[in-house]
């Protein structure tokens, strides 16, 4: 089918102009509207970039009036220079006029000089059009993500008082990261144990835990960062960190995010993972938080079946899909060890 787009043109996101941001967040959480963002989110994430990860965006204008955006990036954590991460997004109202189609074939274009070898994206489920698009253009499922969340007014904690005490018959403490601030090692202590952890999270490719520099940039200097709900796991008689679970604020709405719950194999079947994710859930209560959020492969069944008996419900899930252009020599095998809540 034609589309008459004699009035719809395309331009660089100029990140100097407030009103692009604007645009660009009104785009984004009218199509995403259970995942909102800020004009302040997006800015700050723009300015903690890696310099050495690719990132570009364009704004699709229709009669002058922003309808569309499209981009495409990469990740310090899973970072190959020859790998994108592709989105693209149109405004509800004028889905299926070609506005999508035109923004994809002009990142295309624009990334023929890089040489890519995939492409990547995420779809919800139930965002039919979008999957339809995606693999209309040679896109296919490697993964899954289910979203679950907690209702934590509603949550119980007196059953599991015992479960809360378990790592301590194992020599290990529950301390936050303002706990441990005592400690002149604990930034460099967080790095490795996230760096070592990371690796397990189910993954499609290759992760890349970044140098301590970015990680102290992106991870502890974040202005969505809660130093009372990263929680770390610390071995008591040698002060060695070996698990991690953290909330995260998020801009645009009061529910809690979570980030990364892991443990290193050394210390796995003590319970641990469970006691952390039990204070950080006493720590939403205890500031009104509705919901925590969280995402996990649907092949990491340890903790899905962690947070399934603590009351997450799942949400549809997120379907991950790749467009592959060129052979990878160094395509990774995804992780099946307890990683990501």
Known sequence: MMHDLSSLSLRPFDETLESDYEAAVTIQNAVTPEYRTTVEEMRDHDSRRDAKCKHSRWLAEKNGQPVGIGSYS?????????????????????????????????LFQALEPHDPISLHGYVREDMYRGLRFAQDRGYVEDMREFESRLDVPAFDPVPWQEARLRPAQHGIAIRSYRELESDPDRDHKMWELESETFLDVPSSVELTPPPYDTYRRHVLESPNLLPDAMIIAVEEATGHYVGISALWKRSADTDLQTGLTAV??????????????????????????????????????????????????????????????????????????????
């Open 74 to 106: 990469q990740s310090s954590w899973a970072y190959h220079p020859q790998r994108f991460h592709i989105s693209v997004s149109v405004l509800p109202a004028e889905e299926g006029q070609g506005i999508g189609t035109a923004l994809y074939d002009h």
């Open 264 to 341: 290193r194999r050394t210390h796995r079947r003590m319970g641990i993972a469970l006691a952390m994710k039990l204070r950080v859930i006493e720590y939403a209560q205890t500031v009104g938080a509705p919901i925590i959020r969280t995402e996990n492969a649907t092949t990491n069944r340890p903790m899905l079946s962690i947070n399934e008996a603590l009351g997450f419900v799942k949400q549809p899930a997120w379907v991950s899909l790749v467009k592959k252009i060129a052979e990878e020599s160094d395509a990774a095998t995804p992780a099946e060890a307890l990683a990501a809540a």
